[in-house]
């Protein structure tokens, strides 16, 4: 059973910075091409980033030169670096294996709550 569980959310004021964090308990997890997701009040769940198995990365219109997503395969962890945050950014962040070009494979873990207000 894969569990993924999400970290690093808090408040932060526009322009700032956080850096969130997903552990995937499971196997092969070199192997996956996996992604962040976020989900606004209101909104459907969206598609952030992802990165491959070969480390190559691909992002959202609205984050594009603002995250950086990364991977560390010897902790089994996927990382995303948030900067210059906007309001727009507030959302739970969720972490998920990728199939295909955005579809998340696995249930949802808790999620991780970002607020970006003065």
């Known amino acids: 059973q894969v569990q993924l569980v999400e970290s690093g959310g808090g408040l932060v004021q526009p322009g700032g910075s956080l850096r969130l964090s997903c552990r995937f308990s499971?196997?092969?997890?070199?192997?996956?091409?996996m992604g962040w997701y976020r989900q606004a009040p209101g909104k459907h769940r969206e598609w952030v980033a992802s990165?491959?198995?070969?480390?190559?990365?691909n992002y959202g219109d609205s984050v594009k030169g603002r995250f950086t997503i990364s991977r560390d395969n010897a902790k089994g962890t996927v990382s995303l670096q948030m900067s210059s945050l906007q309001s727009e950014d507030t959302a739970v962040y969720y972490c998920?294996?990728?199939?295909?070009?955005?579809?998340?494979?696995?249930?949802w873990g808790q999620g991780t709550q970002v607020t970006v207000s003065s």
């Open positions: 990165i491959t198995a070969d480390r190559l990365t």
């Open positions: 499971g196997r092969s997890f070199n192997d996956y091409k």
């Open positions: 998920n294996r990728i199939t295909g070009e955005h579809l998340p494979v696995y249930s």
